[in-house]
């Protein structure tokens, strides 16, 4: 089957992917996340910051999807058409490494939530022996779900994404009929330890940031989309939807428990809030909640890696192997899929006997996703200076200052962690350019961007791991 005989996807199942994609399990640990390190007030300018930079990146995307509607590409596409084949494949090889890696880290996080109860304590912290097989089992049964056909496995991400946003819904009606005024400015500009107001902002941030990805979903299955106004009013609905229930979780449960108490609690500290209002039931509630969320977030984020590495193969401009570009008889890129999911069996074993290095790829995994972003606000800031559009050299500036702060917060140390994987996507992509009988390089410039990404990948490997030892 042909993507152009499948049924396209309309504005309610790309919102619901923006959604899915974002709410996973961090909302679930984000009040105990954000007091620990800010008071309430630090919180809402933390906040006030992070919509104004997400909205730019936000619009960024809207705009390209508008801009460029021939383009089906998604975020791969708007890439590749500012910076060209060897640009554009690593924005997309990061965004799919990440993504793959995320979908590893919501299986630790599923089976570590069931290790919760009695009766699946075997499970542990979700790296156990018990953990890792009934995870790869998992995943396997949701690969075969995906396999009969794309749309089926949205029609499952709505009913899952629907599902989980029901307990979030609960939690916070009652805590707006709990909220108490006075606890909520209990240490309103927070306590000595916290540090200053612009520390416990900076602090807050970091949380801020992590929740928030997966905006740009919708753009990625732009070639399955009915319209290209299906693409962008999505991202801005996923955008708002996201943010309203973010923003309510954090702040509203400040005025439940004190900053101080909330800052001590266990996660996830949603379960132990809404404990305080409705008793018992509300926190094992919440815990179903999360485990359906996490379970909900495997499934987007699977589909987003196995889609943005057939976009690479697709055609005859791929920039990957063409194998990775074939489509099933039910239009699912069955090679992008198995090859997606036998990674993430990989690192789930690897989780298995060695957790401290899983966590680094982890961590790793987020800094990875926001290069991609970083390219596409530049993409908009060159097409910006080029026409002299004052509103786009706006938009384009605030999303790449943002977009660079972003990789700054998230650590130097794992943007050149990065680089190791970078390094190796050079062999897909130079196989991808043999497949065309194209030479290595199109332009002088990419040679000089893989020398430096290949150098810095070098100085990884020995300042993490020879030096050391």
């Not at 933390?46 to 460029?68: D, K, P």
């Not at 499934?299 to 987003?304: A, D, F, K, V």
């Not at 002299?388 to 660079?404: E, R």
């Amino acid at each position: 089957m042909n993507i152009k005989t499948q049924i396209k996807l309309g504005i309610l199942p790309l919102t619901l992917l923006v959604v899915g994609s974002i709410v996973g399990s961090g909302i679930f640990s984000l009040p105990q996340n954000m007091a620990e390190a800010s008071g309430p007030g630090a919180i809402l300018i933390a906040w006030v910051i992070t919509l104004f930079g997400m909205l730019m990146l936000t619009r960024i995307f809207q705009y390209l999807s508008i801009r460029f509607y021939k383009i089906n590409d998604g975020l791969y596409g708007y890439v590749r058409k500012g910076f060209g084949d060897y640009i554009g494949f690593n924005a997309a090889w990061g965004y799919w490494i990440s993504a793959w890696m995320s979908c590893t880290s919501y299986l630790v996080i599923l089976f570590s939530a069931l290790g919760s109860f009695d009766y699946f304590s075997y499970f542990g912290n979700g790296t156990t022996l018990p953990s890792v097989i009934s995870a790869i089992i998992f995943l396997w049964i949701v690969n075969l779900s995906i396999l009969k056909g794309i749309n089926q496995a949205f029609l499952l991400n709505c009913v899952v994404t629907l599902a989980k946003i029901v307990p979030i819904c609960l939690f916070i009606i009652c805590i707006i009929l709990a909220f108490k005024v006075d606890t909520f400015k209990t240490n309103f500009w927070g306590t000595p330890q916290l540090g200053s107001v612009a520390d416990q902002i900076k602090h807050t941030m970091l949380y801020t940031v992590w929740v928030y990805l997966g905006i740009e979903s919708a753009t990625v299955y732009a070639s399955r989309a009915k319209s290209i106004l299906s693409i962008s009013r999505a991202t801005f609905f996923g955008f708002a939807i996201t943010s309203l229930l973010l923003i309510c979780v954090s702040v509203l449960s400040l005025g439940i428990v004190p900053q101080h108490e909330l800052a001590q609690m266990k996660n996830p500290s949603m379960a132990l809030v809404i404990e305080h209002v409705v008793g018992n039931w509300g926190a094992t509630f919440i815990n179903i909640g999360l485990i359906v969320s996490v379970s909900g977030g495997l499934l987007s984020w699977l589909m987003l890696a196995t889609e943005m590495l057939f976009l690479t193969g697709k055609g005859n401009n791929h920039t990957v192997p063409s194998c990775f570009g074939k489509l099933n008889k039910t239009g699912t890129p069955a090679n992008a899929l198995c090859l997606t999911s036998a990674l993430i069996s990989i690192l789930m074993i690897l989780a298995h006997f060695y957790q401290s290095g899983y966590n680094i790829l982890i961590q790793l995994s987020t800094s990875m996703v926001l290069i991609p972003y970083l390219l596409s606000a530049f993409f908009v800031l060159k097409l910006a200076i080029n026409r002299g559009n004052t509103f786009l050299i706006f938009l384009g500036t605030a999303g790449s200052i943002y977009s660079t702060w972003l990789i700054y917060a998230g650590g130097v140390s794992y943007l050149l962690l990065s680089m190791i994987l970078y390094s190796v996507g050079l062999i897909f992509y130079l196989y991808a350019r043999k497949q065309r009988s194209l030479p290595a390089f199109s332009f002088i410039y990419d040679k000089i961007y893989a020398t430096i990404i290949i150098l810095l990948g070098i100085i990884a490997i020995f300042y993490f791991y020879v030096i050391p030892s």
